[in-house]
């Protein structure tokens, strides 16, 4: 399924609370844009969740600080499927605004963008986008959508306090993390912590592992899509299921974990009630606002496998931004300046004026502002390794399946055994990829 995470901060945002709302574009436009044939307005559709709309924002104002001519207004959509039917519909009526926000990987794909979008290819910053990103925007041999914001981890995050107390190093490979969560355990905090109150959380084991399933199988994703590799077959894939069902065998979870929601997961974890919390980066954001210690006290490592010369992390794309092809002359010469400035240093800034970054910049020569929580600072090392990070699984094959977090559960409640939760995953992916159309279903 694609991972779409819940954040405990992020709200529908006040100022554009409807369906899908023009928002005035007051001083989000050039404060001396002058009326005359020498000036160009812009939309600009981007979701409604309030940190989206303080990105969006932030972006128009200091796009148009630079670029008097130009005035950018903002449309917000909402998240989820109704955003995406809006997006399909919009496009496929010639109705699109002349810049929108949007998924990157398969939802990409499931957009028709050759026919839909205009190629950036020809752009010069194309050679500063990170390929892991491009890989993400490409169709055919054509670039099509530029980052808006930073690369997500599906990784650990933990306790540095607790570590520190037990005298822990940082695992890399899953023995050296059982090992730890063995004295965790002992010390009278729980070792993993688990939010099965809000099932999206309890997939980390599975698709953060796909880095993993990427260095020991490297056509896995391939064969996948074609129906030539099953999870429940595969020996590196079944692993996220065998540690999630591991886990819970060894006893190393939280006592509430059935019934724990996200916001209960992040205070365990910066309290130090709890210190390893396998989880996406972009939840950092709202646990040191609620917990501002935690952006020193807690920091981040990718998923261990078996093999420690092979690990890495596994990572989700920042979103797109892109323009359809119903954007023309003058528009379409606007709409391309302001792609290229939120992918230029100045756009990385300006997302960073807006929020905490959820991780590194897909974009070469945009660093990490130096105050970022340390978890966030901890995902560089593994993108600047070469091999050292992997897209999830979802941005490199079109199957996926919807009940993968109802399984995930299953199996880490001790309900369902790994490999027949594996099986049943595999199932699960057959109707969609039917759907699809997809050779060899």
């Excluded at 399909?88 to 949007?102: C, E, H, I, Q």
């Excluded at 939120?342 to 897909?362: E, F, N």
């Excluded at 050292?388 to 993968?404: D, I, M, R």
Aim: proline share 5%.
């Amino acid at each position: 399924m694609t991972f779409r995470p819940r954040t405990a901060g992020l709200a529908v945002a006040a100022a554009c609370s409807l369906a899908l709302t023009a928002c005035s574009a007051g001083s989000l436009g050039s404060s001396d844009e002058a009326a005359g044939s020498s000036s160009v307005t812009i939309t600009y559709l981007a979701g409604n969740q309030e940190q989206d709309v303080k990105e969006a924002q932030q972006l128009i104002k200091d796009f148009s600080a630079k670029n008097s001519s130009i005035t950018v207004k903002l449309e917000t959509r909402p998240a989820g499927s109704e955003g995406d039917n809006i997006v399909k519909t919009r496009l496929s009526t010639g109705d699109m605004t002349d810049v929108f926000a949007y998924n990157t990987g398969s939802l990409f794909q499931a957009i028709a963008p050759q026919k839909n979008l205009v190629s950036i290819s020809d752009q010069p910053y194309i050679g500063d986008l990170d390929d892991n990103f491009k890989k993400t925007v490409t169709a055919g041999d054509q670039v099509y959508g530029v980052p808006s914001g930073g690369f997500m981890g599906g990784a650990v995050l933990y306790n540095i306090p607790v570590y520190t107390k037990l005298g822990l190093k940082v695992p890399t490979t899953w023995a050296e993390f059982m090992a730890n969560n063995a004295k965790i355990k002992a010390s009278g905090v729980a070792p993993v912590i688990q939010t099965y109150g809000e099932t999206w959380t309890s997939q980390l084991f599975v698709l953060g592992d796909f880095h993993n399933v990427a260095a020991a199988e490297p056509d896995f994703a391939d064969k996948y899509t074609k129906n030539q590799a099953k999870y429940a077959t595969s020996p590196a894939a079944i692993r996220g299921f065998e540690h999630t069902q591991e886990v819970h065998d060894a006893g190393y979870e939280n006592k509430d974990f059935a019934s724990a929601k996200l916001p209960d997961g992040l205070r365990m974890l910066a309290q130090g009630k709890g210190a390893h919390y396998p989880i996406l980066s972009g939840v950092v954001n709202d646990m040191v606002d609620t917990y501002p210690n935690a952006a020193q006290d807690v920091g981040l490592f990718a998923l261990p496998g078996d093999d420690a010369s092979k690990n890495g992390l596994t990572v989700w794309t920042p979103g797109g931004v892109y323009i359809p092809t119903s954007t023309t002359g003058d528009k379409l010469e606007a709409a391309k300046k302001f792609l290229a400035f939120i992918a230029s240093p100045d756009g990385c800034k300006s997302l960073a004026t807006a929020g905490v970054p959820t991780g590194p910049y897909a974009v070469k020569g945009c660093d990490l502002p130096a105050d970022v929580p340390k978890s966030i600072k901890d995902m560089q090392p593994y993108l600047d390794k070469e091999g050292g990070s992997s897209l999830a699984l979802e941005f490199v094959s079109p199957v996926k399946g919807p009940s993968l977090e109802q399984i995930t559960v299953e199996v880490g409640s001790g309900i369902r055994k790994a490999k027949d939760g594996a099986a049943r995953y595999d199932d699960d992916v057959k109707k969609q990829a039917q759907q699809l159309g997809l050779a060899g279903w």
